[in-house]
């Protein structure tokens, strides 16, 4: 087994000097990751697809989007708001006297991070999880995802080169493989995080392990989500067909192995996109990423065949072809412990109501997704479905599919349980919000202060000064 304690000891003396580097030469190394990934990218492709199935292209986009990812954490750590640097002027005249109080976001330390089978680059070694950590200044060690160890194995020969190459200490950042590394990983006392995409089942074991430690860390848990998407009566007749065809390549994208893929539709009943749904629907077998995955899409698709009240709408009852099925609001609501559960796969449920209220009540039974996808007509009366929309989800979204996940500024990937563990997001900027911890320094002697909250903001970056937004002026001071 791998000396875990030599790694997260390592990874320990590392994160002073990763929390003492600037922003520049954390950028610089995110930058240098990137660059060496894009130069690889060839060798990378091949790799992946012979471990995971996946075609050339979606593979080839996924690089672009991790390499992208690591330059938006860059561009995050120049921008300066990450900090999130609030100033207090001291008032000896106030009642009670308030002192000086300076407050920023630090580095939490050490964070380990399980790489997910369904994105072998972008949700993996050098993916979200780690570009966010290590931009904000912790060292990570990464537990390699077993359904593509080759790539992760060179993904992590090249981020170590590129840290070592732009002088980054020791320790930065290691790659293990193996449950037990995992587990061990989780247990030891310098590690002060974990990040996590994968199953409910897993992200339960391991978040009660966080908390059962003698002292408990934050698990970051991106687990199973259902996706529900709504079509009002005047969409479906507007454009049912259309939508059918949207919802189509939504769910069957990547072979439906997305934590976005729509799995839960409500349509009117009746509906034109119910009649144009199967004509869609392709007939192969696809080849999914694991066998752990086939395992559960064949076990999810038994269960929820087997509901009574439950039609094959397209796709073959008994083999892995992709699949929808239908059921009528009220089958959903007397099985919601089956038809509830997430088939990770080529799969989706159409659920048939008669009527506004027969949806309303249906929605008030969904549990946490990351997304939530309304279908509507201008003269739609729809703000009460949206504010449940908002209730459950992360993002919310309008004449759309969740699939696709862009990577900038304002995203939010992460939603109430089971979708999320936090409300914090994997996507996006605000994803290094996971690793920083907030410190106030009180009456701190200037010359004692990190850079970021000394008078003059000798970093210019956004500050919030007693209780105003300061922007950086043209020299960029503030
Ligand atoms: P998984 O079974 O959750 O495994 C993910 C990682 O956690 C692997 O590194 C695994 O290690 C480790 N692990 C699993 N159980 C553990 C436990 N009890 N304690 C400690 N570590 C544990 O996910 P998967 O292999 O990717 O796929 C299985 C299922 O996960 C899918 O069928 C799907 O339902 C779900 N999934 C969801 C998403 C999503 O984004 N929502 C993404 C991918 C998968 P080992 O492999 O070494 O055992």
């Not at 997260?8 to 000097?17: F, L």
């Not at 009670?96 to 993996?124: C, E, H, K, Q, W």
């Not at 199953?199 to 996706?227: H, M, Q, T």
Request: charged share 20%; with cysteine; aromatic share 6%.
């Amino acid at each position: 087994m791998t000396d875990i304690a030599a790694l997260t000891e390592a990874a320990r003396t590392a994160a002073g000097a990763t929390a003492a580097a600037d922003d520049a030469t954390r950028a610089s190394w995110l930058r240098a990751i990137a660059d060496d990934l894009d130069g690889a990218v060839d060798e990378l492709v091949e790799l992946a697809m012979a471990e995971t199935a996946l075609p050339d292209a979606r593979l080839r986009g996924e690089v672009a989007r991790t390499t992208g990812q690591l330059r938006l954490f860059a561009d995050v750590l120049l921008e300066g708001s990450y900090l999130e640097a609030v100033l207090d002027s001291a008032d000896p005249a106030a009642t009670p006297p308030r002192p000086d109080l300076r407050r920023m976001l630090r580095p939490i330390g050490p964070v380990a991070v399980f790489a997910a089978s369904n994105f072998p680059f972008a949700f993996s070694v050098a993916g979200g999880d780690t570009a966010s950590a290590l931009a904000v200044g912790c060292p990570v060690i990464v537990k390699a995802h077993p359904g593509h160890p080759l790539t992760s194995r060179r993904t992590a020969e090249l981020v170590v080169a590129a840290l070592d190459r732009l002088g980054a200490p020791g320790g930065t950042f290691a790659l293990v493989e193996g449950f037990d590394e995992g587990l061990a990983l989780v247990d030891s006392p310098a590690i002060q995080a974990v990040a996590f995409t994968g199953s409910l089942r897993a992200g339960r074991a391991l978040l009660e392990r966080c908390v059962a430690r003698e002292r408990p860390i934050p698990f970051y848990g991106e687990l199973g989500s259902l996706n529900p998407v709504v079509v009002t009566p005047a969409a479906d007749a507007a454009r049912g067909a259309t939508l059918a065809e949207g919802l189509a390549g939504s769910f069957q994208l990547g072979h439906g192995q997305f934590c976005t893929k729509p799995g839960l539709v409500f349509v009117p009943a009746d509906s034109t996109l119910e009649d144009a749904l199967p004509d869609f629907v392709g007939a192969d077998v696809p080849k999914l990423l694991t066998e752990a995955i086939t395992e559960g899409f064949a076990a999810g698709r038994s269960r929820a065949v087997a509901v009574p009240g439950v039609e094959v709408l397209a796709g073959d009852r008994d083999t892995a072809t992709p699949l929808v099925l239908a059921a009528d609001a009220s089958t959903l609501l007397e099985h919601e412990d089956v038809l509830l559960e997430e088939v990770f796969g080529p799969a989706t449920v159409l659920v048939r109501y008669r009527d506004p209220a027969e949806l309303r009540t249906a929605l008030d039974h969904l549990e946490g997704s990351l997304t939530m996808t309304l279908h509507a007509e201008p003269e739609d009366d729809v703000d009460d479905l949206v504010d449940r929309m908002t209730e459950r989800a992360g993002r919310v979204l309008f004449s759309g599919w969740p699939t696709g996940v862009a990577v900038g500024w304002a995203q939010q990937h992460g939603g109430p349980w089971p979708a999320t563990t936090t409300q914090f997001t994997s996507v996006g900027a605000t994803a290094v919000r996971r690793f920083q911890r907030p410190v106030v320094y009180q009456d701190a002697p200037e010359h004692l202060l990190p850079p970021a909250l000394r008078d003059g903001n000798p970093l210019g970056i956004p500050r919030r000064v007693d209780g105003r937004l300061a922007l950086p002026s043209a020299d960029g001071r503030a």
